[in-house]
C-alpha cells in the first residue's frame, strides 16, 4: 500500500471515529429526555394531587358536617322516645306493685336503670342504660304473668297498650339513627376523607345495639 493510500485509509479511519460522540450525545440526549419526561410526570401528577386535596378534603369536610347534624337530630328523636318510656315506667311500676308486693329485685333494677338513663350525658351512656331499661321491663313482664288479677287490672291494660307503642317508635328511630351512623362512619374510613377527618376530629359515632328482649313488643298474655 502506498504512502497516499495509507495516508486516505488514517483519515477515513479518524473520520469514523470522530463520528460516533455524536450518535452517542443523540442516543444520551433520548434517554436524559426520557428520564426528564418521567419526572416532569411525577411532578404534574404531585401538583395535581396537591391541587384537588385540599378541594377533596372541602367536599369531605362539608359532608361530615352534613352527615353530623343528621345524626344529631336523629339522635334526638330516639331521646324523645327513650323519655317517654321513661316517663311511663312509674306508673306502671306502682300499678304492679299493688299486686306484686313481693318483688323488690324487679323494681329496683327498674328505678336504677330509670336514674342511670336520666344521668347519662353522652350517646354511649344512654345507650347502655337504655337497654339496662329494656332488661329490666323484660323481668317485669315476666313477673306480671303471674298475676291474673293484675292483667285484668283497667289501668295496667292501659300502660300496657301506650308502653307497646312506645317500644315500636324506639324501634324505628334506632333504626333510622344507625343508618345514619353507618353513612357517616363509612363516609370517614374513605380516602381522602379519612385524612379531613383525622385532621378535623371527627370522631366515629356509636351504634345503638338493641338487647335481645328489645326484639319483641313488651306483651302481656292476657288470656290467662
Given at each position: ?39 416532569s410526570r411525577r411532578t ?36 324523645n322516645q327513650l323519655q ?141
Amino acid at each position: 500500500m502506498t504512502a497516499a493510500e495509507n495516508k486516505i485509509s488514517h483519515e477515513s479511519t479518524k473520520s469514523r471515529n470522530n463520528k460516533k460522540p455524536k450518535f452517542g450525545f443523540v442516543f444520551s440526549w433520548l434517554t436524559e429526555g426520557d428520564a426528564m419526561t418521567t419526572i416532569s410526570r411525577r411532578t404534574m401528577l404531585w401538583l395535581c394531587l396537591a391541587f384537588l386535596t385540599p378541594w377533596l378534603s372541602g367536599c369531605s369536610y362539608n359532608r361530615f358536617v352534613s352527615q353530623e347534624e343528621a345524626i344529631k337530630q336523629q339522635w334526638a328523636q330516639v331521646e324523645n322516645q327513650l323519655q317517654r318510656r321513661n316517663d311511663l315506667i312509674p306508673n306502671l311500676v306502682e300499678t304492679v306493685k299493688g299486686y306484686a308486693t313481693h318483688e323488690e329485685s324487679v323494681f329496683k333494677e327498674i328505678a336504677d336503670s330509670r336514674s342511670k338513663l336520666l344521668a347519662a350525658k353522652s350517646p354511649e351512656e344512654t345507650i347502655e342504660a337504655a337497654n339496662q331499661q329494656t332488661a329490666a321491663l323484660g323481668r317485669l313482664l315476666a313477673v306480671v304473668e303471674n298475676y291474673p288479677n293484675l292483667k285484668a287490672n283497667e289501668q295496667f291494660n292501659r300502660l300496657m297498650d301506650e308502653l307497646a307503642g312506645t317500644e315500636n317508635r324506639i324501634a324505628v328511630e334506632r333504626m333510622r339513627y344507625n343508618q345514619k351512623v353507618q353513612e357517616y362512619n363509612t363516609s370517614r374510613r374513605q380516602f381522602p376523607a379519612n385524612l379531613t377527618a383525622k385532621v378535623f376530629g371527627f370522631k366515629e359515632y356509636p351504634y345503638f345495639q338493641a338487647p335481645p328482649e328489645a326484639k319483641q313488643v313488651p306483651k302481656v298474655n292476657f288470656k290467662s
